[in-house]
C-alpha cells in the first residue's frame, strides 16, 4: 500500500469520525450518522423491495444500473463525436465560421439545456441521454478544437518532410500532440455527465440516482438523501479513477515528460 493510500484512507477515516461525533452531539434527526446512512443505503440498494419475492429487483438494478448505463453510453458517445468533429474542425478553414457558435456555447452553462430539451422531447431516458450527449459533448470538442488547432506548424511542417500525409500525419503528430487538451476536456465531460445525470432525473423521470435523491428529499428521508449524495460521490471518485487509469495506458507520453511524437514513435511505420 503506497503513502498517497494510506493518507487517503486516514482522511476517509477522520472524515467520517468527525461526522459521527458531529452528528451524535447535534442531535438532529435531518443530520444521521454514518452507520444509520449505510444502513439506509443497503435498504435502498441491496434489499430487493419487496421481501416476500424472489424475484423483486434492488434499488441498484432499478435506479443504479439504469442511471449509469445511460450516463457511460451517452457520454462515450459524445467524447468519440467530440474527439473526431473537433480535431476536423482545428484543422480545418471551416473554423473561421464555426468559432463564434464555440464560443457561445462555452459560456453556456450545461444545465440550461434541461428545459429546452424537456420541451421538446417526451420524458424519459431520450431526455436524459439527449441531455447528457449535448452537454458533454460541448467541452470535449472544444478542447479537440483548441489542442488540434495549437499543433506547432513546425512540427506538422517536419512531419511532411519525413513523408506523413493524410491519416499518418494525424495519427502520428496531430492527434498526440493535442492529446494533453484532449483528456483534459474528457475529464471536465465525466464530472459533467453525473452533474446533468441528476439534473435531468430530477425533473424528467421516475427512476434514476437524480429521482432517489428528489423522492427522498419529498419524503423527508434524511439518511435516505445523505446515502444518494455519498453514492454519488463515490460514483464521481470510481470514474475519474478509472478514467486515469486509462489516460496512463492510452497515453503514457503526457505522464512520461517524453514528447507527443516522440512517445508515438516518430514518423516511422
Known amino acids: 500500500m503506497t503513502r498517497t493510500m494510506v493518507m487517503g484512507l486516514a482522511t476517509v477515516a477522520a472524515v467520517m469520525s468527525g461526522w459521527y461525533l458531529a452528528a451524535l452531539a447535534l442531535a438532529d434527526p435531518f443530520f444521521p450518522t454514518p452507520p444509520q446512512v449505510f444502513r439506509r443505503a443497503q435498504q435502498l440498494w441491496f434489499t430487493p423491495a419487496e ?40 484543422r480545418s478553414p471551416v473554423l473561421a465560421w464555426v468559432d463564434p457558435a464555440l464560443q457561445l456555447a462555452r459560456a453556456l452553462p450545461p444545465p440550461l439545456l434541461v428545459p429546452v430539451v424537456v420541451s421538446l422531447l417526451p420524458l424519459g431516458a431520450p431526455v436524459q441521454v439527449t441531455i447528457i450527449f449535448t452537454g458533454c459533448l460541448w467541452p ?17 511542417a517536419t512531419a511532411r518532410l519525413n513523408g506523413a500525409t493524410g491519416m499518418r500525419l494525424l495519427l502520428r503528430v496531430t492527434l498526440p500532440a493535442a492529446a494533453g487538451r484532449i483528456a483534459a476536456g474528457v475529464r471536465v465531460s465525466v464530472s459533467l455527465a453525473l452533474v446533468l445525470m441528476v439534473v435531468s432525473e430530477m425533473v424528467a423521470s421516475t427512476e434514476g440516482i437524480g429521482f432517489q435523491l428528489v423522492d427522498a428529499a419529498r419524503s423527508f428521508d434524511a439518511a435516505g438523501l445523505w446515502a444518494t449524495v455519498l453514492l454519488l460521490g463515490v460514483l464521481g471518485n470510481v470514474l475519474n479513477a478509472a478514467l486515469r487509469c486509462a489516460e496512463h495506458r492510452l ?18 511505420a
Open 51 to 90: 421481501a416476500s419475492s424472489s424475484f423483486a429487483g434492488t434499488g441498484l438494478q432499478e435506479h443504479v444500473v439504469p442511471s449509469l448505463t445511460r450516463t457511460v453510453g451517452a457520454w462515450g458517445v459524445a467524447v468519440a463525436v467530440g474527439i473526431v468533429v473537433g480535431v476536423w474542425l482545428g
Open 140 to 156: 470535449v470538442m472544444i478542447a479537440a478544437v483548441d489542442g488540434s488547432r495549437d499543433v506547432d506548424s513546425l512540427l506538422i
Open 251 to 268: 497515453l503514457p507520453w503526457l505522464h512520461s515528460g517524453a514528447g507527443a511524437v516522440s512517445g508515438q514513435g516518430g514518423f516511422g
